[in-house]
């Protein structure tokens, strides 16, 4: 509960200060740059204290085998909601690609911590309730950095309350269980990062815009299922393309037929 609260209150917050004029920062795609920067600075501050440590510990005291069947424990739990999140999509087919992967994992998997459904060559198609609203046509809104989760868009923070709610460690009934899941969730996720998220330090000149760049181009090509379209693709090149996927398909070009040579004169 106090965690949804939380997550609720950060949201509520963000929404408020995106109108602010005084926060305005120089890119169309980041009008919240002085802010968000001051909220990177700060989940630096706690990652290089609280989540960072935390992390390197869990790597080094778990075995490698068994951070691996957590991980799979709670990628299975995610691929439930991608079940309904393919359905509100009208991805029938994803849709029936994870539930043979819930279905799989479940049971011959020991409740997911054994990816059988990726042995089987069944492909994990993630979606989440940012994207399910971005194919209806929901606008992604502003950039925005939270605290403690870090990049996300207004858009995808309301999807990301949403499927917090909806996650199925939140219907665990135990809080303490609950909290205890959801911390060995993030634990986890981050162990996952450590390689990545130093990387970036060490090779951008400046990591926030490197990472909120790296991140809109993900979530475009996570709407578009891979496939997001060029920036020529628009009518004003300076813009980025909008983290938006039509839910109509593309209506194909017409064909123009080549000129016909004229008749040779006899």
Partial sequence: MLFSWRVTGVLLALLCLQGCASLRGPDPSDPLEPLNRKVTAFNDVADDLVLRPVAVFYGQVLPTVVRKGISNFFSNQSDVMSVFNSLAQLKLEAASRNAMRVAINTTVGLGGIIDWAS????????????????????????????????????????????????????????????????????????????????????????????????????????????????????????????????????????????????????
Avoid at 127 to 136: H, I, K, L, P
Avoid at 184 to 203: F, G, H, I
């Fill in 119 to 266: 042995e089987f060559r069944i492909d994990k198609h993630k979606e989440d309730f940012g994207q399910t609203m971005a194919y209806w046509g929901v606008s992604s809104g502003p950039y925005v950095v939270l605290p403690f989760f870090g990049p996300s868009t207004v858009r995808d923070s309301a999807g990301l309350w949403v499927d917090t709610k909806t996650d199925v460690n939140q219907q665990v009934t135990d809080i303490g269980a609950r909290n205890t899941l959801t911390m060995l969730r993030l634990t986890d996720k981050r162990e996952r990062y450590l390689s990545l998220s130093d990387a970036v330090k060490q090779a951008s000149l400046d990591p926030y815009s490197f990472t909120r760049d790296a991140y809109l181009q993900k979530r475009l090509n996570d709407i578009y299922d891979g496939n997001p379209p060029m920036t020529d693709d628009f009518d004003d090149p300076d813009q980025p393309a909008p983290l938006v996927a039509p839910n109509q398909p593309a209506t194909a070009p017409v064909p123009v037929p080549a000129p016909s040579e004229p008749p040779a004169k006899p």
